[in-house]
């Protein structure tokens, strides 16, 4: 049995963790009332219950769209297609997530101040993958010009 | 792009195949066809050099300045 961990296996495992945390968070999709109505019963009648189910449908909806984007960069990775516009697009899709989920514990912020913690690490994830992004677009142009001369 | 690739017309002059010019000149007909149907981005002056040597021929036979407007 070949116990070397390999680029390969790598990518198998981040592809795996990748669908298994999608499922999860469509699970949890599904699960948003039950979690809000548990939640609802732990701290007695809360004023900002409606506030907090909109913005965990929200969010996890940002998470469920910047996960496919995720399996689908794993993909073409696993495929040797590194510097292709439609990577670049994913990293996009997948900064503007975060930018999203920011600006919604940006929000809920209003009323539990700790969501601002959480808007600012996923705006600063979210500014993180945007310089990827603009890393990968200018290395998809210069592969382009590179295939290109002759 | 305003740089327009004439090879396909001096390779009529010269009757010579693609396949067979891009043997002699050392490319892959996959880069040939590139070169031929102006998609090329860039040409190396040893790719030029070849194709000049092959062709019997000068660069300004094969490349052609066309400005934008000019239809």
Request: charged share 20%; proline share 3%; net charge neutral.
């Amino acid at each position: 049995m070949n116990l070397k961990w390999t680029s390969e296996k790598s990518l198998r495992l981040s592809r795996i963790l990748t669908i298994a945390v999608l499922a999860l968070a469509v699970i949890i999709l599904f699960l948003i009332p039950l979690i809000t109505q548990w939640y609802d019963d732990v701290s007695g009648k809360n004023p900002i219950m409606p506030v907090l189910t909109v913005c965990l449908y929200l969010s996890d909806i940002m998470a469920i769209g910047a996960l496919w984007e995720l399996k689908t960069l794993l993909a073409n990775i696993s495929k040797q297609e590194l510097f292709t516009e439609r990577n670049t697009k994913c990293v996009r899709v997948i900064s503007w997530c975060c930018f999203g989920l920011a600006a919604v514990f940006a929000v809920l912020s209003f009323w539990r101040l700790l969501a601002l913690l959480v808007a600012i690490i996923a705006a600063f994830v979210g500014l993180i993958l945007r310089v990827v992004k603009n890393m990968l677009a200018t290395a998809t142009e210069l592969r382009e010009e590179n295939d290109f001369t002759i | 792009m305003p740089i327009i690739v004439n090879l396909d017309v001096m390779m009529a002059k010269r009757k010579i195949a693609a396949g067979d010019l891009a043997e002699r000149i050392d490319i892959t007909p996959a880069n040939l066809s590139i070169l031929k149907n102006n998609k090329a981005k860039a040409v190396r002056f040893s790719t030029l050099e070849a194709i000049c040597r092959e062709l019997d021929c000068q660069p300004g036979d094969i490349l052609e300045f066309v400005k934008e407007n000019d239809e």
